[in-house]
């Protein structure tokens, strides 16, 4: 059974910097492109970010991009995300995901990431 | 960016009966391999994302088949043949041809 297990959110203050981690089972994770994506509060999906099997490539939503960084330990099978200068419009549900053909295929339960003063 | 704009927004079913949820791209979702990258997942209240169908009409392994997806090229739909109770949450359509990858604002599926 795939497993994937998002930790790390919180309560921060703007400007405040935040890591978040995923561990991943039930299937071959260094195999696998994984990808980061949230929900805000009222709002819909969106995309974060995304990293190749062995960590190579990544791709970042423009609004993140110079502040977030994807990364990633396939011998522990684990997804980071490190977050930087974060704002009060980064505020969401955090979920890591894996990648199908284009597509996201499977998802863990979210971490609550808040960005208030 | 590739917009994606789903119709309705919300869409009060009676159990039972069908419903239908329309996506609609910005721009042609067919890739350079002939293949199209559209995806529908479906979001209980309180539960992760899950997704159902991949390019455009192929259901994951377990999705019940009163599910189904069809459409080409800008205009794709989703459709619930007969609405059950689990149904209930927010239906999302996502394209994956072009980075970055963009969701509609996704669609409520809600008992009347």
């Known amino acids: 059974e795939v497993q994937l297990v998002e930790s790390g959110g919180g309560l921060v203050q703007p400007g405040e910097s935040l890591r978040l981690s995923c561990a991943a089972s039930?299937?071959?994770?260094?195999?696998?492109?994984m990808g980061w994506l949230r929900r805000a509060p009222g709002k819909g999906l969106e995309w974060v970010a995304d990293?190749?099997?062995?960590?190579?490539?990544?791709n970042y939503l423009d609004s993140v991009r110079g502040r977030f960084t994807i990364s990633r330990d396939n011998a522990k099978n684990s997804l980071f995300l490190q977050m930087h200068s974060l704002r009060v419009e980064d505020t969401a549900v955090y979920y890591c995901?894996?990648?199908?053909?284009?597509?996201?295929?499977?998802w863990g339960q979210g971490t609550q990431v808040t960005v208030s003063s | 960016d590739i917009v994606m704009t789903q119709t309705p927004l919300s869409s009060p079913v009676t159990l039972g009966q069908p419903a239908s949820i329309s996506c609609r791209s910005s721009?042609?979702?067919?890739?350079?391999?002939?293949?199209?990258?559209l995806s529908w997942l479906q979001q209980r209240p309180g539960q992760p994302p899950r997704l159902l169908i991949y390019?455009?009409?192929n259901r994951l392994s377990g999705v019940p088949d009163r599910f189904s997806g069809s459409g080409a090229g800008t205009d794709f739909t989703l459709n619930i043949s007969r609405v059950e109770a689990e149904d209930v949450g927010v239906y999302y359509c996502m394209q994956g041809t072009q980075l970055p990858w963009t969701f509609g604002q996704g669609t409520k599926v809600e008992i009347k």
């Open positions: 721009q042609s979702l067919v890739f350079g391999n002939g293949k199209t990258y």
């Open positions: 039930g299937f071959t994770f260094s195999t696998t492109w």
């Open positions: 990293i190749d099997q062995v960590g190579s490539e990544t």
């Open positions: 390019q455009i009409s």
């Open positions: 995901a894996s990648h199908g053909d284009r597509c996201f295929e499977n």
